[in-house]
C-alpha cells in the first residue's frame, strides 16, 4: 500500500475526491462507529481534514491509505469516552418470555444497520451485522488494528504506523482482538454467497405472510431455535413460537395491515415494515435485518428508528391501497 504513488492532481479534484472514496470510507467509519449516522459525519470531517492538509501531504502512500489513516484517527477521537453499541442480545440478559412486558431504553446509543446501496458492496463480508456487534466488544484501538489488518489487509509496520505505536503491540492487540472474537465464534468471513432460487423463495413467502399476519407459515420460515431482537426495546426472544407469539400479541397491527419492502442491509437481507394507521394508509415501523441459516431464517433483528427510512431510500409512507408483490 505505501507502495503506490499517489495520482497526480488527485488532492486537487476534492469533488473527485470525495465520489472516489466516499463509500469505502462510509463502511470504514461504520465499522468503527456502529452507526451509519455517526459515519456519515465522521467521514465529512475525514475529508475536511484531508482537504486542510492537502498541501502537507508528501505522496509517500497513496492517496487511499492517507485517507484511512485520517479517518481511523477521526474514528478514535470520536470514541473516546464513548460506551460501546449493542444489539439487545449483547446485553448479556438472557432471552424472555415472549409474554413480558416490553421495555424500551432510549438512553443506549443502539448499533445501527446501514444500507448496501450506501457502501461498497464488495465489502460485505465484513459488515454483516453480527460481525459489526462482535467489533463493538473491543476497546476502541484494539477494534482499529483488526480493522486495518483483517479487513483492509494492511500490513503489522502500516497499521502502526497509522496509529502511532509499534508493531509489538500492533500484534498484540490484534491476538487479543482475535480472543474476543474467537469465544463469540464470529469472523468477517461469515457471510453467506448470493442468495439462492429457495431463499428468494423464503423471502417472498415471508413478506407474503406478514402481510397475512400468518403466524403459523412465520413460524416455518424460521428455525426453532431463531432470535428476534429489536432495538430500543432491551427484551429479546428465542424460538420460533416464541417469536410468533411475539408478533401475534404485541404487533398491533392484523390482516393486511403490514405491508414490507424489500431492501438489503449489512450484505443481507432486510424488510422496511409499515404499519396501516387509522385513516388508513400506511407509516414506517420498523426495518427487520434478516440472517439466514440455508432455507430457514436464524436471526431477525427489528430496528424502530424511523429515520433509518430515510437513510434507506425508502418511501415515508404508502397509500391505503398498496399491496405488496412479492
Not at 424511523?306 to 425508502?314: S, Y
Not at 415515508?316 to 405488496?324: E, M, S
Amino acid at each position: 500500500m505505501t507502495g503506490e504513488s499517489a495520482p497526480t492532481g488527485e488532492l486537487d479534484d476534492f469533488d473527485g475526491l470525495t465520489a472516489r472514496y466516499q463509500r469505502e470510507l462510509l463502511a470504514h467509519c461504520y465499522r468503527m462507529s456502529g452507526s451509519v449516522h455517526e459515519a456519515e459525519d465522521l467521514v465529512q470531517e475525514t475529508l475536511l481534514r484531508a482537504w486542510r492538509a492537502s498541501d502537507s501531504f508528501e505522496g509517500r502512500s497513496s492517496v487511499r491509505t492517507w485517507l484511512y489513516r485520517i479517518a481511523t484517527n477521526v474514528c478514535l477521537t470520536n470514541l473516546e469516552g464513548k460506551p460501546r453499541r449493542p444489539l439487545p442480545a449483547g446485553l448479556g440478559t438472557p432471552d424472555q418470555p415472549a409474554g413480558d412486558a416490553l421495555e424500551e431504553n432510549h438512553e443506549i446509543a443502539w448499533l445501527e444497520p446501514v444500507p448496501d446501496a450506501a457502501v461498497v458492496v464488495a465489502e460485505r463480508d465484513s459488515l454483516r451485522l453480527a460481525f459489526v456487534a462482535a467489533l463493538q466488544h473491543l476497546p476502541a484501538r484494539q477494534r482499529a488494528v483488526l480493522i486495518l489488518r483483517d479487513v483492509l489487509r494492511w500490513s503489522a509496520a502500516e497499521t502502526a504506523e497509522a496509529l502511532d505505536t509499534t508493531t509489538a503491540a500492533v500484534n498484540s492487540a490484534l491476538q487479543r482482538a482475535h480472543a474476543q472474537l474467537d469465544e463469540r465464534a464470529l469472523t468477517e468471513d461469515t457471510v453467506v454467497d448470493e442468495l439462492t432460487e429457495s431463499q428468494r423463495s423464503l423471502l417472498d413467502r415471508y413478506l407474503d405472510a406478514f402481510w397475512r399476519k400468518d403466524l403459523d407459515t412465520i413460524v416455518g420460515l424460521l428455525r426453532a431455535d431463531a432470535t428476534w431482537d429489536m432495538p430500543p426495546f432491551t427484551n429479546w426472544f428465542r424460538g420460533s413460537e416464541a417469536i410468533a407469539e411475539l408478533i401475534g400479541n404485541k404487533c398491533p397491527g392484523g390482516v393486511h395491515d403490514m405491508p414490507m419492502i424489500e431492501t438489503t442491509a449489512n450484505g443481507q437481507p432486510a424488510f422496511a415494515l409499515y404499519m396501516r394507521v387509522p385513516d388508513g394508509h400506511f407509516e414506517p415501523f420498523h426495518l427487520q435485518v434478516l440472517d439466514l441459516d440455508g432455507d430457514l431464517v436464524r436471526h431477525v433483528t427489528a430496528f424502530f428508528d424511523p429515520r433509518l427510512f430515510e437513510t434507506f431510500g425508502l418511501p415515508t409512507r404508502l397509500p391505503a391501497d398498496y399491496v405488496p408483490v412479492p
